[in-house]
């Protein structure tokens, strides 16, 4: 399903109002917020292998309570959105979404593995 022009405005009024995730400015996020992220394909035209990618990273990173390193799951979704060449103004956004910094030193952790940003 596409969205007039009118209605990408008024979802990016709404998004762009919802308070970004300052709440996570390091330590651990909710898997359920990686889900809430499909809502942006729409509004940016992202393809849905994009957010199939994080929510799988999420499902193998999870830890208890359905929790993950906010942290990691940024410096992955910035490393996946520039493979799978998504503009640099919507990776932009993103890289705003989430107040904390991408990854740990220049790394991240993906299952028992460590990878460079």
Known sequence: ?????????????????????????SVAMDIKDVQKLRMFSEVFGLPSYFFDGLEDYANRNAIAN????????????????????????????FSSYFACESGHNGYFLDQNAVYII
Do not use: D, H, W
């Open 66 to 93: 359905k929790k993950l390193c906010t942290s990691c799951f940024k410096a992955f979704l910035l490393k996946t959105g520039q493979e799978c060449v998504i503009p640099n103004r919507t990776m932009s956004f």
């Open 1 to 25: 399903m596409m969205l007039s022009e009118s209605q990408k405005s008024k979802t990016l009024v709404r998004l762009f109002s919802v308070t970004p995730m300052s709440k996570y400015k």
